[in-house]
């Protein structure tokens, strides 16, 4: 069931049991002078995007844009659920390389090899607008982080003005703290640890913090994650 965290942001829950997928919904079009209705993410495939939208109070017309953070079945598939989108979707370099066919990932490492055979069996419709997004691009009121380890092209959202970021799986949450994905899900931990470091040295103070999986931190966000950076 959708539901609203803060003024223009939604938490879309879009997971299965065990296999938990958050996708957000921000509508800036109060805030910002470029302001739009964003998708961040789409969760699973066949779980329901399009009655996640329908309950906080939006329908797929409404879509501007989408803000991919990485390309895992968990954050792209619901794509599949949607493909009378007319929006740009928005995905790190690297990984929309792989999503297009133009990057094949290494074949004998385990996630590698996991992601081609997702390629071949969750179809993301052909006719969509994907754009490559390098760190530090803008899009809208947007900021793009390149925060690679847990995929290649993996990239963090932040909303400035709103004091949000969108993290997709730089973290988790569990019990009110946050942790590095695990190993078996990531493409390199060290790396992950170090693009945490960035991240947070980098972006100004954010309230809320919006994660792939667990619940988001509602406020003090800043605080949670500089507690994870001196864990590291």
Not at 42 to 52: D, F, K, M, Q, Y
Not at 164 to 191: C, H, I, K, M, N
Not at 195 to 202: H, K, L, P, T
Request: charged share 25%; hydrophobic share 40%.
């Amino acid at each position: 069931m959708a539901r609203q965290l803060a003024p223009c942001v939604w938490l879309l829950e879009l997971g299965i049991p065990v296999v938990g997928a958050n996708a957000f919904l921000v509508d800036d079009r109060t805030v910002t002078r470029d302001g739009a209705v964003t998708l961040v993410d789409a969760g699973l495939p066949w779980i329901g995007l399009r009655r996640e939208l329908g309950d906080a109070g939006f329908r797929v017309a409404d879509i501007d844009r989408v803000l991919i953070t990485h390309y895992d079945i968990d954050h792209i598939g619901g794509l599949h659920d949607i493909p009378d989108l007319d929006a740009p979707v928005f995905v790190g370099r690297r990984d929309a390389d792989l999503l297009a066919g133009i990057y094949d990932p290494p074949l004998f490492h385990h996630k590698g090899a996991f992601h081609r055979l997702v390629r071949r069996l969750v179809s993301i419709p052909s006719r969509l607008d994907v754009r490559s997004v390098d760190d530090g691009t803008r899009i809208g009121g947007f900021t793009a982080h390149h925060t690679p380890g847990h995929n290649p092209g993996h990239t963090a959202y932040v909303h400035d003005e709103l004091g949000v970021g969108f993290l997709g799986d730089l973290v988790w949450e569990r019990d009110g703290a946050l942790t590095p994905p695990e190993w078996w899900d990531s493409y390199d931990t060290r790396q992950i640890k170090r693009s945490i470091r960035r991240f947070a040295g980098a972006v100004p103070p954010l309230e809320l913090l919006c994660m792939g999986h667990g619940q988001p931190i509602l406020r003090d966000g800043s605080e949670v994650l500089s507690r994870l950076v001196r864990r590291l």
